[in-house]
């Protein structure tokens, strides 16, 4: 899985500055031309938007608290979190970072 975070969330994925976005619109290919796939993906709303609940209470807004939020994700399938990582060089952020994680199965 790829999270992407930045320092601030687009109030859409429209928002985001359209380098960005055109750049968002070519990952598919060029993922697919390193012979893995997108399974999944997707733009996450700003974390003023978010309701978090600890100890069964919602709480408005994020409870993280860090200097960036979680802005979006990939689902991807590579053939090692090598390539995985190699992919995740390819995904275009505003002012933030990307993080690789392999997701567990059973």
Sequence with gaps: ???????????SARAAPPTVLEAHLRLPRQIAETGARIVAGNAIGPASHAVSIRDNVPVGGSLAGHEATLAGYFLVEASDLDHAVWIGRMIPVIDGWVEVRPVLTS
């Design 1 to 11: 899985m790829i999270l992407i975070y930045e320092r601030e969330a687009p109030e």
